[in-house]
């Protein structure tokens, strides 16, 4: 949630960078400074600068949106494989017949237990790896 905080923070600086105090025009309407009157032909032409980096910066933060969704749902994935890892090394070290002693087998529960997907892992190369499955 703090990301997303800190996003809407940025969408809102990059806001602020770009508006400006903008001085009324003769009828009352705030004059952004987005039309230049050129002298030679008094024809306007549209300056395009304040929308470039308004692009900018919406570009900025699309981009960063999408690595942090990648990043989301990497994570996610990880924390589902870990768990199913657990699941099963739990089950292995409970079905397990082949122990030197009981204290080994109950050393094993709680590293299995209190460490969860990186005890399970531990697990796995030390016992299973080595002894095959249950």
């Given amino acids: 949630m703090s990301l997303a905080v800190l996003l809407v923070l940025l969408t809102a600086v990059l ?61 996610f994935a990880v924390m589902i494989f870990l768990f199913v890892v657990w699941i099963i090394m739990l089950i292995d070290v409970v079905k397990r017949q082949k122990w030197k002693d009981d204290n080994e087998k109950i050393m094993w529960l709680l590293i299995v237990v209190l460490l969860g997907g990186i005890g399970a892992i531990i697990y796995y190369f030390a016992i299973r790896r080595q002894r095959g499955p249950a």
């Fill in 15 to 75: 806001a602020s960078a770009q508006a400006e105090d903008v001085p009324a025009d003769d009828f009352g309407y705030a004059d952004s400074g987005a039309y230049d009157y050129p002298a030679d032909d008094g024809i306007p032409s549209y300056d395009d600068s304040n929308s470039a980096a308004a692009s900018a910066g919406a570009a900025f933060v699309g981009i960063f949106f999408i690595i942090w969704l990648i990043f989301i749902f990497g994570m």
